[in-house]
């Protein structure tokens, strides 16, 4: 599969300066190359009719499809010996196979899966990523404090801790103070690293685990980091919400001592269990030592230029692939700048299923349920459910209702040859990029899941209620009762906010939480700039956050500005609900 151009994935481009890669040298030489990675990844074919192939061609199709999974993914590596691939899809590519066969092949891939989201994995994290939330100069703290720890833990019959890695912002930050550690121990020189984007793009299966530190935001940011292999990604809640954060920091100890193996120096197999995982809120944890791991689904989103001439008319060939990404929550379509309603064809597997005509159409993965999708009347959806939803935006029809379609059918949204105006995406609210009449997008299931570490069964359910407020209302009395109780379920009421300070741990904001202090006689006092050792600019940004694909565009015009900052001055960036003040 051709490699998508560098500006739309976490590394430099080929044609720019060594220099950039001078700062890596280091972990790049004791890894693979990335040549070779390319190499590999390249030999990963597309699937093929396996029903349909005559018998000679059998044997063809099983050694391409086992080539495909012997990829530098962490989880082929890690789940290898579960079962024999080779031998299933002989059994499916048999023509002469029978309908029973057929029923318990299609039953054994549903155990199958089920069994691989139940296991625990309890190989060795010796290397360990983290991944701090930017514009948070108090996390920088917290990430020092985990890093100590993780490296001052001995583990796996060693007598030190695992090798970290964290930004490469922090290797001069005072907060972070890299020389304080290693005058701490000296083994901490070996064991501290520092990553950066091509780093994680270059060689991801060099890490065993990735930790982030902040909200929803900062896993998102880990998907743009990996945008092919993910190592599993526990993730710490101190964010705003956090549909992707179960764990409380406080208990890292005890949550990476039961996910790494215990911190007497023995291996992880051969640990005794250490205490349950305590997530955010109350659920089922795992009875083995190690993590269990929710295969989140992933889109690939590929964009296609449809040729023109040097005036920019259409002309008749071939479109050309211009930019791929992988996305965790959604690609959004829409409108953008111009006045006119989207005009926009959708196919499915070729076939055309509809022509949308609204201020745009949201795909999103089950994860991505949650997020901008339900804000436009989207249904929530378990993120072990296989689908893509598609939301539209505002449709001028009463009748566009979103709807859930199978994973495995391809998708290609188009702006047909005739519409009065073109259109704009963004790929989880990055990478914004213009289409013009002709121009397409493909969607298909990404074989790279986002593999997130979880807190326990009821995983989801939990996030919901906490941060949604799913289905709480006060609970109806009995009759003949009087009195007012609240059931074992059951919310405090909203009439007042005595009711809500009443209970412990409400999940709804007091106005006595919004800090008065900065107000001086009724005004605002100013506060001084803030300097941050993890900053956010358009150099360090891993995707490349264009507005679009074209010169002089609308939003480019309309702002004043031109590049990239163009499409970030019009339309900002969503903010989550009560963000934190940074």
């Known amino acids: 599969m051709a490699q998508p151009p560098a500006a739309a994935l976490p590394r430099p481009n080929p044609s720019d300066s060594s220099s950039s890669r001078s700062s890596i040298s280091a ?26 192939a005559t018998r000679s061609n059998c044997e063809t199709a099983t050694s391409d499809k086992i080539a495909a999974l012997n990829t530098p993914c962490y989880f082929h590596r890690r789940f290898g010996d579960t079962l024999d691939i080779g031998k ?118 060099r890490f065993d685990l990735v930790l982030t530190l902040g909200g929803d935001g900062t896993v998102l940011y880990t998907s743009w980091l990996f ?45 005794p269990a250490p205490k349950a995982m305590t997530p955010v809120m109350p659920a089922d944890v795992v009875s083995d030592a190690g993590m269990r791991v929710n295969f989140r689904m992933r889109f690939t989103c590929t964009v296609f230029r449809s040729p023109r001439s040097p005036q920019g008319k ?28 989207s005009n926009l064809e959708l196919f499915g597997d ?4 509809t022509v949308i005509q609204a201020d745009g159409v949201i795909f999103s993965t089950p994860t991505g349920s949650t997020a901008y999708s339900l804000s436009a009347g989207g249904s929530l959806v378990h993120p072990d459910i296989p689908a893509i939803l598609l939301t ?6 009463l009748s566009f209702r979103p709807m859930l379609l199978n994973d495995t059918m391809a998708l290609r949204i188009a702006v047909p040859r005739n519409s009065r105006g073109g259109a704009y995406c963004s790929f989880d609210g990055k990478g914004r990029i213009e289409l013009r009449q002709g121009d397409f997008v493909n969607i298909t299931a990404s074989k790279y899941p986002f593999p997130t570490v979880m807190g326990g069964q009821m995983e989801w359910i939990d996030s919901v209620s906490r941060t949604l407020r799913w289905n709480t209302r006060q609970a109806q009395k009995a009759w003949g009762d009087k009195s007012f109780t609240l059931g074992p379920s059951a919310r405090p009421s909203m009439s007042g906010s005595s009711a809500i300070a009443g209970r412990a741990g409400s999940l709804v904001p007091m106005m006595e939480d919004i800090a008065i202090e900065d107000v001086v006689d009724g005004e605002e006092a100013e506060e001084e700039p803030v300097e941050y050792d993890i900053d956010i600019s358009d150099e360090d940004d891993p995707i490349d956050s ?23 001055t019009v339309l900002g960036v969503r903010q989550p609900v009560r963000q934190q003040t940074l």
Not at 113 to 131: D, E, M, Y
Not at 238 to 259: A, H, I, K, M, W
Not at 548 to 555: C, L, N, P, T, V
């Open 392 to 397: 539209p935006i505002c449709p001028h029809t």
């Open 227 to 271: 945008q092919r292999v993910v190592p599993p990604v526990l993730s710490f809640s101190l964010g705003s919400l956090g549909f992707l954060t179960p764990y409380q920091y406080d208990d890292y100890q005890e949550v990476l001592n039961r996910t790494m193996g215990s911190s007497n120096g023995t291996s992880l197999t051969s640990s």
């Open 350 to 353: 070729d076939s055309l299923l």
């Open 314 to 341: 259409l002309v008749q060939g071939p479109a050309e692939e211009f930019s791929q990404f992988e996305v965790l929550n959604e690609l959004v379509i829409d409108r953008g700048p111009s006045p006119y309603v």
């Open 27 to 52: 972990e790049l030489t004791t890894a693979k190359s990335e040549g070779n990675l390319r190499s590999q990844r390249a030999s990963c074919p597309e699937p093929v009719n396996a029903l349909k």
């Open 88 to 205: 299933v899809l002989d059994e499916i590519a048999d023509e002469s196979i029978s309908h029973s066969s057929m029923v318990q092949t299609a039953t054994g891939i549903r155990e199958v899966s089920k069994k691989l989201q139940n296991r625990p994995i309890r190989r060795a994290s010796r290397t360990v990523l983290i991944v701090t939330k930017a514009r948070d100069n108090n996390l920088v703290l917290l990430t020092r404090e985990l890093a100590r720890w993780l490296m001052g833990t001995p583990r796996y019959g060693s007598s030190q801790g695992v090798t970290v890695f964290v930004d490469s912002k922090l290797r001069k930050s005072k907060r972070f103070d890299a020389d304080g550690l290693i005058a701490e121990d000296q083994n901490f020189d070996r064991l501290l690293r520092y990553w950066t984007p091509d780093l994680c793009w270059s060689v991801p299966e």
């Open 546 to 568: 264009r507005d679009s694909g074209y010169e002089g565009d609308a939003a480019s015009s309309a702002s004043g500005v031109e590049g990239p900052q163009a499409m970030r």
